[in-house]
């Protein structure tokens, strides 16, 4: 299967109540032989409106930090765990990320990538381990099967709460150094 094959089959999708509600299915966006795979969990207004991952505020303020450190995200990938809208921005639902994570399972399969970052704290109990611990283990890179992990914060609480900035750009930093140091695509 190749990644367009993969994307409307999401489209179709009526695995979970999300397809009734969405207006658009946020597959993905960026490279298709990526290095880095950025997974978030789910789109909010913006991304459903538009299809595309990370375009609101948050994905506004994530871009910045892509830009400040010569990350393209052309040459990156990114998703998130379930490609259709929660109603208001709630949280996923474990249902709901049961239904939908074989669908990334086998986008992380097709891509490949050689580094995964969970963006916040549900993409990182769900990819990474259940008892992950955001505020005590972001940026640290963990190896799981063939694929070296990180999280980060996810842009949206670096919006709640500015305090967490600095430490966003010291673990992107070292996402950074990781990709120069592994000879990634950035
Ligand atoms: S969220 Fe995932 S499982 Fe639910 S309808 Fe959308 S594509 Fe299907």
Redesign the pocket.
Known sequence: MELKELQEI?EK????P??KT?TN?VFGVGAQNADIMFIGEAPGENEDLTGIPFVGKAGQLFDKYLEYLGISRENVYIANI???RPPKNRDPQSD?QD??IP?LREQVRLIDPKLIVCLGRISALRIIKPDYKITSEHGTFVQKGKYVMTAVYHPSALLRDPKKKDDMLTDMEKIKEYAVKHGLKI
């Open positions: 999401c999708c009526q695995k979970c999300l397809c969405k299915t379930l490609k259709c709901e239904a939908c669908y």
